[in-house]
């Protein structure tokens, strides 16, 4: 939740969470798909795109995470068994936010410049009793080393000091993640458990889940402590926050090496950059705006910052190879989207929504592309002009989903 990539999206950071009761961890949002809701697909959470700005210099985003055991067959069965003449059936309408027993997870980044990120996460407990949580700031490299991978040396995450770890990419380049004293470091390998997945044994225990056996089952702790590598890390944070108490937690993303990367300017840097989206959003508001009306638009357009997404997808890939999980077949090779094997994206694209529409159209995007010029003009132009490239447009000029074409 609330991630951040590179461009290429090379190393990923992202917060996950555990309340000490859901039978999974909070690693993403949950909904229902096209089969299950009334209504077709549908996000069952309540999470806020609270500002950004389009350099990415300032971005605040609010998720609020129930202390109750998270509804997730309740909300599936409820909204599976509704009619289409009926509403849709929505987390609020479950008894799991009831007496405000729940998280308020405020995830913030301030960059000091664009290779040196501060991350900040504020919990804070909105019920009238204290209440455990269980924090993982995550890190992981995009797994490109495996079966059809382009990248020939595989990535490492390693120690290098007390509360920093060294992140190598060949391509990337290198970084210095700090982060405060935690309760816990954990190792593990950005690796499908194949045995789950497809009943194939596992090479190792040190799979992409292993994070949530380790918290929530307690299995393999000692062989993740122990381990110092991996192309997956994450400190782990247990607190039990007190009823109306905030606690914070930092870290940095770093280029550079860092001898305080928590001083005293480090605070100060949220502030600074805060107060510079707001002299940016002053100057692109026309004047005499009511300052209602220019809060709602911030944060629509904040919206609209936050869905930028790198899409990797190249369909003559697709087709021809399989990535050893989703096995190639005729049937694939005849399906959906068969006559687009010119298509290969690999570009950071405005979403209409990360969950809710994981893809894009050039219609829509187009409409979008709008708005996104009230605040980057320039970014949606050349949305605009990679829309018309020749390895987005089919040969004969038809775009994507002009004429029920969908990318998927």
């Keep these: 939740m609330a991630g951040i990539s590179d461009y290429f999206q090379n190393l990923c950071f992202a917060v996950a969470l ?26 069952k959470e309540l999470y806020y795109y609270m500002d950004n700005i389009p350099s990415h210099y300032y971005m605040e985003y609010l998720y609020k995470y129930p ?23 929505e987390i609020l309408d479950t008894d799991v936010f009831k007496n405000s027993q729940y998280f308020d997870v405020n995830i913030t980044y301030a960059k000091t410049n664009s290779t040196d990120i501060g991350i900040k996460i504020s919990i804070t407990n909105r019920y009238k009793k204290a209440a455990a949580i269980t924090v993982l700031p995550t890190l992981w490299f995009y797994n490109r ?12 995450f390693s120690p290098a000091g007390k509360n920093t770890v060294f992140a190598e990419h060949s391509r990337l380049g290198n970084y210095y993640f700090y982060y405060q004293e935690p309760d816990d470091a954990l190792y593990t390998d950005n690796e499908t458990n194949t045995q789950i997945v497809t009943g194939q044994p596992n090479e190792s225990i040190f799979t992409k889940d292993a994070f949530h056996q380790a918290v929530i089952h307690k299995a393999h702790v000692n062989e ?5 590598s991996g192309t997956k890390f994450s400190p782990v944070y247990n607190y039990t926050v007190k009823a109306g108490e905030t606690i914070d937690i930092y870290c940095r993303l770093s280029e550079k090496q860092q001898k305080e ?41 904040a919206g609209l910052l936050w869905s930028k997404q790198y899409y990797h997808y190249d369909i003559e890939k697709w087709l021809s190879n399989s990535d050893g999980i989703a096995q190639n ?21 405005s979403m209409p929504d990360k969950w809710e529409y994981p893809w894009y159209a050039a219609w829509d995007q187009s409409f979008q592309c709008i708005s ?15 829309l018309m490239r020749e390895w987005y447009m089919k040969p004969d000029g038809q775009l994507l989903l002009t004429n029920g074409i969908l990318v998927m």
Excluded: C
């Design 18 to 43: 555990w309340n000490g009761k859901d039978p999974i961890l909070k690693e993403r949002l949950f909904g229902v798909g096209n089969y299950e809701g009334n209504h077709g697909e549908d996000v």
């Design 67 to 89: 202390q109750q055991a998270f509804p997730y067959e309740q909300l599936r069965t409820e909204s599976k068994n509704r009619s289409k003449e009926e509403p849709e059936y």
């Design 145 to 156: 080393w495996t079966k059809h991978g382009s990248l020939k040396t595989k990535p490492n």
């Design 224 to 228: 993740l402590r122990q381990r110092k």
């Design 261 to 301: 990367p928590f001083d005293s300017d480090f605070e100060k840097l949220f502030e600074k950059r805060k107060k510079e989206a707001d002299a940016f959003y002053a100057e692109i508001f026309p004047k005499g705006v009511k300052s209602n009306l220019a809060k709602v638009q911030r944060q629509a357009l």
């Design 329 to 349: 077949n005729d049937r694939r090779k005849s399906g959906r989207n068969n006559d687009w094997k010119h298509l290969k994206n690999q570009d950071v694209i």
């Design 372 to 386: 996104m010029a009230v605040v980057d003009p320039v970014f949606a132009k050349n949305q605009l002009l990679l």
